[in-house]
């Protein structure tokens, strides 16, 4: 993490630096639990358009 311009520490890195091993790993847990579950919606939103983009092929 870099040091903002007018050498003041940004938030996240003050956080890195601050809390506990179990807050951080419970923080990046917690993140990447929620960047799954948006990529599983986005491929099931795509599979979707898919299978009507199909259907409507097969039925003009």
């Not at 990046?28 to 299978?51: F, G």
């Given at each position: 993490?870099?040091?903002?311009?007018?050498?003041?520490?940004s938030?996240?890195?003050?956080?890195?630096?601050k809390?506990?091993a179990?807050?951080r790993r419970?923080?990046?847990n917690?993140?990447?639990?929620?960047?799954?579950?948006?990529?599983?919606?986005v491929?099931?939103k795509?599979?979707?358009?898919?299978?009507?983009?199909s259907?409507?092929?097969?039925?003009?």
């Amino acid at each position: 993490m870099s040091v903002a311009n007018d050498g003041a520490s940004s938030p996240l890195t003050d956080f890195f630096t601050k809390a506990s091993a179990d807050t951080r790993r419970d923080v990046y847990n917690t993140v990447i639990s929620k960047a799954i579950a948006s990529q599983r919606d986005v491929i099931e939103k795509a599979e979707a358009i898919k299978r009507a983009s199909s259907s409507a092929e097969k039925h003009p």
